[in-house]
């Protein structure tokens, strides 16, 4: 298991963790909030697959989050999507929230990348995905 940060040469940009068959990778945010994370799982020996992906949006310059976006794929391409809102009211220590969800299908070869070498993140690191 390993961690590697990634920064602009300033700042921290994203996070990489590799736990055995399970890769993570979070973008952080100028405030340094985590405000997308894709979850790989090596589903074929040496090749990862973007099973998860999540957006999260905050609450102005707060650590408090707003709504957030999770999309859990399957190599076959259907894609079931998770949004909730959440609503925080002073004095809280957690939100309300509303969870609304949906299935649909997707073209997922775009969500295919080898197992990278020690060092060589780069295609991890792509916000845009197909």
């Known amino acids: 298991m390993h961690t590697a940060i990634v920064s602009d040469g300033v700042n921290p940009t994203a996070f990489i ?22 979850v790989f799982d090596e589903v074929l020996p040496g090749k990862l697959f973007l099973a998860r992906a999540t957006h999260r949006e905050y609450e102005g310059e707060t650590d408090r989050v707003k709504s957030g976006t999770s999309y859990y794929f399957k190599q076959d391409g ?11 009211t002073e004095g809280q220590s957690s939100p309300v ?33 197909s």
């Open 78 to 88: 259907s894609v079931a999507v998770k949004r909730e809102d959440f609503a925080w």
């Open 97 to 129: 929230g509303t969870v609304s969800t949906k299935d649909t299908q997707v073209d997922v070869s775009g969500h295919w990348e080898p197992y990278p070498k020690f060092g060589e993140y780069d295609a991890l690191l792509r916000v845009e995905r």
């Open 17 to 38: 963790e590799f736990n055995g068959g399970y890769v993570g990778v979070g973008f952080l945010d100028r405030n340094l909030r985590e405000y997308m994370c894709y």
